[in-house]
């Protein structure tokens, strides 16, 4: 294999997976009070969905440095890498990929492609899957970034916010609307697609949860399809349950969201990521 991927811990993949192509995780950093931590190294998810709802003002976010990029780069050097693939986070979402591509042209050793996935969580993380898959089986960049960029337009994360609680306190809403939502229970929804997040209000959990199936329903049918969550298992497992007719020849797993995106999203965030398959 030549050919290696580089990614960032917003991309939710399990860690078996990373494990079986040697994917680099770049971890985007985290800061609660005084402490700061590197997302998926030195934090669990679990502990970071413990603690959060004592954290007043919302813990923070940054993206990875330019030296950190260049260190994972130098690592798949040492393993063999004749050509890097670089993938990561929306552009409209995170200045991580602003710092993977300063690194991208400060490294010399081999070339660096970087690649924006328009995605977030396991909307990337199938990318970033399919592009292993294709680099194992001795694809260049180049390749499997056009192949990528005919699956992007496919790919989709849409979930139902329990609270505009957290959006609030990480500044991403401001504080009237937030109250006035309180009051009237709207439950926020966001959709993701091709780059650009879009936001949607209903008024009741229940009226959410139809949402999705709604978007599953509109979207599918599916080749790849996830659950994904923010501290709240129990909730996506029974999703899971209603959501197989959806999918019924294939698995649906399921994966907690980095504590990156937890910070904004917040406890009881639950939704889908997938990619639907080609008319």
């Not at 690649?115 to 680099?135: N, W």
């Amino acid at each position: 294999m030549n050919t290696f991927i580089v990614t960032d811990s917003t991309c939710d993949l399990p860690i078996e997976t990373i494990e079986r192509y040697g994917i680099e995780v770049a971890p985007l950093h985290i800061n609660m009070g005084s402490e700061s931590f590197f997302d998926g190294v030195n934090i669990t998810k679990e502990e970071f969905y413990r603690r959060l709802p004592d954290y007043d003002p919302a813990p923070s976010t940054a993206a990875p440095g330019t030296a950190l990029f260049i260190k994972h780069f130098e690592a798949l050097v040492e393993k063999g890498a004749k050509e890097i693939l670089s993938i990561h986070i929306s552009e409209s979402l995170s200045a991580t990929i602003n710092s993977a591509r300063l690194a991208a042209k400060e490294f010399t050793k081999v070339p660096v492609t970087v690649l924006d996935s328009t995605q977030l969580s396991l909307g990337m993380g199938f990318l970033v899957e399919r592009a292993a898959q294709m680099a194992e089986a001795g694809k260049k960049a180049e390749e499997i970034v056009s192949k990528l960029r005919e699956i992007m337009p496919r790919t989709y994360v849409f979930a139902a916010l329990d609270t505009l609680e957290y959006l609030r306190r990480s500044g991403r809403m401001h504080i009237a609307v937030a109250r006035f939502g309180d009051l009237l229970r709207l439950k926020p929804l966001v959709f993701m697609s091709g780059g650009k997040p879009d936001a949607h209000r209903v008024r009741t959990r229940e009226k959410a949860m139809a949402r999705l199936f709604t978007w599953l329903d509109k979207h599918g049918p599916f080749e790849q399809l996830a659950i994904v969550h923010a501290g709240v298992q129990e909730r996506a497992e029974a999703l899971r349950e209603e959501a197989h007719k959806y999918f019924p020849d294939g698995e649906i797993i399921i994966q907690q969201i980095t504590p990156v995106l937890g910070t904004n999203l917040g406890i009881g965030a639950l939704g889908f990521a997938g990619i639907a398959k080609e008319k």
